[in-house]
T-cell receptor
Framework: GDSVTQMEGPVTLSEEACLTI???????????LFWYVQYPGEGLQLLLK?????DKGSNKGFEATYRKETTSFHLEKGSVQVSDSAVYFC???????????FGKGTKLSVKP | DAGITQSPRHKVTETGTPVTLRCHQT?????MYWYRQDPGHGLRLIHY???????DKGEVSDGYSVSRSKTEDFLLTLESATSSQTSVYFC???????????????FGPGTRLTVL
């Protein structure tokens, strides 16, 4: 079945460092791809999405490009802030149940 | 923010006791979901509902039951809690099946359940 694999953390960076969180997927066809973010003590919220190959999703300085050749959707940010400390989940639609299939999550901690 | 609340937000209970978690939405969305979040597993679907009284099982449904008697409420029941059900439980809603494809699935704040 469809699945998502993302790098596991935790990832600790200093403020203004570059961030890359790797995500690869296995799916039939070309599903939409998402990055969700979970700030401490909160539920998940959509960070960005891409609905077709070569699309680039972006939000809050984060970017991810849908690469069908490598079945990847890596999350990147050029300069992280302390406020970016959170858990990041790569996800895709789960099919007939209407749910999302999530990666295991990557915890990011940004130090001042 | 989507109007989704979960209650209780924290609960500690003992093995063998029944537990009910409540998800309440004010968005009138048709689809509702229960996920559990565990370290090293991400979020996994427990049960979902596609309308009042219409529910179905997800990936990890054993030991859980659900009910949806009103559009706004989706209850998750652990009939006899076990330590393996210690987890953080998230409710999510979506207006439509197509909405999920567009990333329009909204999550509640979560319930942290500890089974001793």
């Amino acid at each position: 079945g469809d699945s998502v694999t993302q790098m596991e953390g935790p990832v600790t960076l200093s403020e203004e460092a570059c961030l890359t969180i790797n995500c690869t997927y296995t799916a039939t066809g070309y599903p939409s791809l998402f990055w969700y973010v979970q700030y401490p003590g909160e539920g998940l919220q959509l960070l960005l999405k891409a609905t077709k190959a070569d699309d680039k999703g972006s939000n809050k300085g984060f970017e991810a490009t849908y690469r069908k050749e490598t079945t990847s959707f890596h999350l990147e940010k050029g300069s992280v802030q302390v406020s970016d400390s959170a858990v990041y989940f790569c996800a895709l639609p789960g099919g007939s149940q209407g749910n999302l299939i999530f990666g295991k999550g990557t915890k990011l901690s940004v130090k001042p | 923010d989507a109007g989704i609340t979960q209650s209780p937000r924290h609960k500690v209970t003992e093995t063998g006791t029944p537990v009910t978690l409540r998800c309440h939405q004010t968005e009138n969305h048709r689809y509702m979901y229960w996920y559990r979040q565990d370290p090293g597993h991400g979020l996994r679907l427990i049960h979902y509902s596609y309308g009042v009284k219409d529910t179905d099982k997800g990936e990890v449904s054993d030991g859980y039951s659900v009910s949806r008697s009103k559009t706004e409420d989706f209850l998750l029941t652990l009939e006899s809690a076990t330590s393996s059900q210690t987890s953080v439980y998230f409710c999510a809603i979506s207006e439509s099946f197509a909405g999920v494809v567009n990333g329009e699935q909204f999550f509640g704040p979560g319930t942290r359940l500890t089974v001793l």
